[in-house]
């Protein structure tokens, strides 16, 4: 896909139990979300949703972050990604699912 041609997007993250580890999401996370937002539109209005369990929602929370560092001109402040709402839910008896909604949010500051 070509930059900022895309205007939403979800994904249900691997967790690390099926697919891959949670060591392997220490990595999988930050470089999913670059490419995720390579492919984001610009616009206010772009929103990402991401799935995924407890464990691995401070890593999605961080790689959030990732992807904004190196953009501190006054624009493109108000052009950072901002996790904006988590919905928890019982993804299975031992499994706590998220429901990360990720979008265009000024940061104040």
């Known amino acids: ?11 249900d993250l691997p967790f ?4 891959g580890s949670r060591a392997d999401n220490l990595d999988l996370y930050p470089r999913a979300l670059a490419e995720f937002a390579r492919v984001m539109s610009p616009s ?11 464990l691995n929602l401070p890593l999605l929370q961080a790689a959030v972050t990732s992807i904004n560092d ?20 019982e993804l299975s008896p031992n499994t706590t699912g998220n429901i990360v909604l990720v979008q265009r949010a000024p940061i104040k500051g």
């Not at 206010?44 to 407890?54: E, G, Q, R």
């Not at 190196?70 to 839910?89: L, M, Q, Y």
Request: with cysteine; aromatic share 8%; glycine share 8%.
């Open 70 to 89: 190196g953009h501190d001109s006054d624009e493109a402040k108000n052009k950072k990604w901002s996790v904006t709402a988590i919905r928890s839910f």
């Open 44 to 54: 206010p209005s772009a929103k990402m949703v991401f799935l995924t369990d407890s």
């Open 16 to 19: 690390g139990k099926q697919y």
């Open 1 to 11: 896909m070509n930059d900022g041609e895309c205007n939403g997007l979800m994904c």
